[in-house]
């Protein structure tokens, strides 16, 4: 979801607003700060977590219409959407709340979902290695070493 191509900062916000039933909120909250942890070791961007609702990088658990032109899609599918950076829904990340979240191999893994669609919400497109985590399906065998070179190279060419 395409927006301007990079945030004039480096230290950047973000919030939690809706929750998943699927996990407990410290279990997501936990997971959605590792997946920032994964860029912020690899680059000179700081992520702060906002408690306020107009945070840079606001990120919530829906389902189907939820308010922007995306509406999901039940089980599957679509599994979460970020907007590029910029000022109100710029950074914004959704994720469908329809999906077996979970924080193992099972299911879809959210440090593994989350961390991706951080990658948007920064400015990254897709990238066309199976082995990057920007790479646009979903694989399982992520969350020990989520970032390929090419991730790193590219949040590095960005930021
Ligand atoms: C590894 O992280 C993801 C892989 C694939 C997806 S997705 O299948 O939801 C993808 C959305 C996206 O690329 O962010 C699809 F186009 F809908 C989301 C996160
Ligand atoms: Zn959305
Ligand atoms: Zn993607």
Do not use: C
Request: aromatic share 10%.
């Amino acid at each position: 979801l395409t927006q301007s191509t990079r945030w004039n900062k480096n230290q950047i916000t973000y919030n939690i607003g809706r929750y998943t039933s699927r996990l407990p909120r410290s279990t997501v909250d936990s997971l959605i700060e590792s997946a920032f942890n994964a860029w912020s070791a690899v680059s000179g961007l700081k992520f702060v977590r906002a408690h306020r609702n107009n945070a840079d990088i606001m990120m919530e658990f829906v389902t189907y219409a939820h308010g922007d032109l995306y509406p999901f899609d039940g089980q599957r599918g679509t599994l979460a959407h970020a907007f590029g950076p910029g000022p109100g829904i710029g950074g914004d990340t959704h994720f469908d709340d329809n999906e077996q979240w979970t924080a193992g191999p099972k299911g879809f893994n959210l440090q593994v979902v989350a961390a991706h669609e951080i990658g948007h919400a920064l400015g990254l497109r897709h990238s066309r290695n199976p082995d990057s985590l920007m790479y646009p399906n979903y694989r399982a065998s992520r969350p020990g070493n989520l970032l390929s070179l090419e991730d790193i190279a590219n949040i590095n060419a960005l930021y």
